[in-house]
């Protein structure tokens, strides 16, 4: 091989590696940025607004569940991740009519514009169980709780029962309940209720379709909130 091919090749290999390299920091970048991230005071101020109960620090609490749960998002690379909360979806609603404010964390935390949209338009409807089971595998793995034997609730599924939310999603873990039958005895969920949903659309706000997934599980999927909304709310 004579020294320009050399120098080809290794120009591609460096490239590569330099590819590869801002791809995995850059994931770190947007991971910690979630994690710090506060929901500015006039969106907490409307949600505060719709549930009065809450104090401060709860609010707090639920900020820091919906950060849980845009992390998920990341981590999941496009494949859908259920809501489990109907408290933190609402948090989820009220960001959204920020639209600017969304679409610029979106940006920073994604790379993408994270849509939200009513279940009965998601692509396919046995997807939000696997959306939840995947929700609990990851909040699970972030936590270093053993998904089949836990030994806690994670916050994002334990948040609507610690602050008593009216119609909020109940979890037990008398049972694993992301690998058993849905069970809605005593107002107990065991795999989750269908309620809005999102996904990702290419790289920035497009909300031209659902990506290449047909079931919104594989990589033009996204990511659905399974508890808490009424129809007609979406991220485009």
């Known amino acids: 091989m004579d020294s320009y091919k050399i120098a080809i090749v290794s120009i591609i290999i460096f490239s590569i590696f330099t590819w590869l390299y801002e791809k995995k920091n850059r994931k770190k970048r947007q991971l910690r940025f979630i994690q710090k991230y506060k929901v500015p005071k ?24 919906l950060m849980d ?16 909360s109907r408290v933190v979806d609402d948090l989820w609603h009220e960001f959204l009519l920020f639209s600017s404010v969304y679409e610029s964390f979106c940006k920073k935390a ?84 269908a309620g809005c949903g999102g996904f990702y659309v290419g790289d920035y706000a497009d909300s031209s379709g659902f990506g290449e997934s047909s079931g919104g599980l594989g990589d033009g999927g996204g990511a659905s909130c399974g508890s808490g909304c009424d129809g007609g709310c979406s991220g485009s």
């Open 42 to 65: 006039p969106i907490m101020d409307r949600f505060r607004e719709k549930y009065p109960k809450i104090n401060t620090e709860e609010a707090s609490l639920v900020n820091k569940a």
């Open 69 to 84: 749960y845009f992390y998920l998002c990341n981590m999941a690379n496009g494949k859908m991740v259920s809501m489990p």
């Open 110 to 193: 994604f790379g993408r514009f994270l849509h939200h949209i009513p279940d009965e338009a998601m692509p396919n409807k046995n997807s939000n169980n696997e959306g939840m089971k995947r929700a609990w595998q990851l909040i699970c793995l972030k936590e270093h709780i053993n998904p089949k034997f836990p030994d806690k609730m994670p916050l994002l599924f334990a948040i609507d029962s610690m602050l008593e939310i009216e119609n909020g999603v109940k979890y037990s873990l008398t049972k694993t309940f992301l690998y058993s039958n849905t069970d809605t005895s005593n107002n107990t969920n065991y795999a989750g209720s």
